[in-house]
Each structure stands twice: as structure tokens, then as C-alpha cells.
């Protein structure tokens, strides 16, 4: 049997953001934003998106702010969070390195080029999940298909695209970022 401890908090896996506040101009932002829109909710993924141009994550206090905005409860903005890998939930470095890992690029050697990043970041190639350096310069992880699969392997380095990615390339991405 589940033993259930009610007066244990939930466990958030979201980031808290102590002294969350927004400033003024993003509030009147916000506003513009839910202006455009028939219905209020529907403009959930771009009040995501403009609380992540700001502080450069969702925190647990912005899905709680948006909700709040939109007359939401906190899970139908998390769901969003969850679901949209371009939604970062915690900081990422300067550089965010994202490596498909679906069918093509695997065969392509997506693996070997997650392994070379990381290792020119000073990563752990093979640790789970999204990895900052300690200098916070490079976020290197995997992602899902981005939809140019017959170029494989592929990479986005922020909003940049690149195929075919050997570790050549990789080096030349890498030196791109100062
Ligand atoms: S499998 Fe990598 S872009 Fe589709």
C-alpha cells in the first residue's frame, strides 16, 4: 500500500527562482501578447517563450505566474514546459549544443559527435540528460528528430543549423563560440 504524507510537499521538478519578479516592461509584454489572442490560454507558449528570452529558463515561479495570468492551473502551463524541448528547464550555457539522436543521425553517428562535444567541453559523454560546463560556455545534450534527416548527423548550436556534422565540422562550430 501507498502510504500518503499530506503534509509532505509535492516535489516540483522545476527550479525555484527565489525574488522572481517580472519588470515592468515584460509585464506590459505579456499584456501585448494575451491582446493578440481570442482566448487567453492561447497564448500560454508565448508567454513561455518571452519568460525564457528574459531569464533564460521556465522556473517553477514563471509556470505559477503564467497560470495565474491566464486562469490556469500550474500543470496546464507545466505540460507545455515539459513537452517542448526548446522550453529549458534550468539555465543553460552560453552555447547550447543539441544533438539528434533519433534513427538517421544515430546511424550517422550522432553518438560518436555527442561524445566529441562533450569532450571538448569537459562533459561527461555519457551522463543522462542536458550538461553545463563549469564555466557555464557550452550546454550539450540530446534531442528528437530536427527534421533533417537525410543530412545526418545534425546539430543546432543556439538557433544555428548544421549538417552533416563530422568532428571536423564540430571543431569549427566550437571555435565559432567565443
Ligand atoms: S533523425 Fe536527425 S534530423 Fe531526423
Known sequence: MIEVHPTEPIPNPLLDQ??????????????ELIAHYPQKRSASLMLLHAMQEHFGYISRQAVEWIAAKLALQPINVYELVTFYPMLHQRPVGKYHLRVCRTLSCSLGGAYKLHEHLCEKAGLDPHARGPQTSGDGKYTVEF????????????????????????????DAILAECK
Open 18 to 31: 527565489p525574488g522572481f519578479s517580472l519588470p515592468a516592461t515584460l509585464e506590459a509584454e505579456v499584456d
Open 143 to 170: 534531442v528528437e528528430c530536427l527534421a533533417s534527416c537525410g543530412t545526418a548527423p545534425v546539430m543546432m548550436c543556439n538557433d544555428a543549423f548544421h549538417e552533416g556534422v563530422s568532428e571536423e565540422k564540430a
